[in-house]
């Protein structure tokens, strides 16, 4: 299973973007997330969709991003908007996690992974 990751790029403090994850197969009862790492720091879970459909956010972007999917086109979403500096990093998917998994969750646990994605928020 390849995962392309798309959308990211430059954006100014307070602006939106929507990151996308292509896949080329995914079986939609599995748990999919989004991550973001920076230089020097963990790679840290930013939202979830576990195999129920139940979404779940880390705390610093509860209330501005939203992770979606679309099961037809295979693809898994992020909606980010109010975007702060802070959210600056590399954007990763993942997908094929347990089906019950939720944010906590960490990256390995996920059978297939991105490439990631720069995000880039200027103040």
């Known amino acids: 299973v390849q995962l392309v990751e798309s959308g990211g790029g430059p954006v100014q403090a307070g602006g939106s973007l929507r990151l996308s994850c292509a896949a080329s197969a995914y079986t939609d009862s599995n748990s999919m997330g989004w991550f973001r790492q920076t230089p020097g720091k963990e790679r840290e879970g930013v939202a979830n969709?576990?195999?129920?459909?139940?979404?779940s956010y880390a705390d610093s972007v509860k209330g501005r991003f939203t992770i979606s999917k679309d099961n037809a086109k295979k693809t898994l979403y992020l909606q980010m908007n109010s975007l702060k500096p802070e959210d600056t990093a590399m954007y990763y998917c993942a997908t094929g996690g347990p089906p019950l998994c939720g944010i906590g969750c960490v990256w390995f646990v996920y059978k297939y992974r991105g490439q990631g994605t720069q995000v880039t928020v200027s103040s």
């Open positions: 969709i576990n195999g129920r459909g139940s979404t």
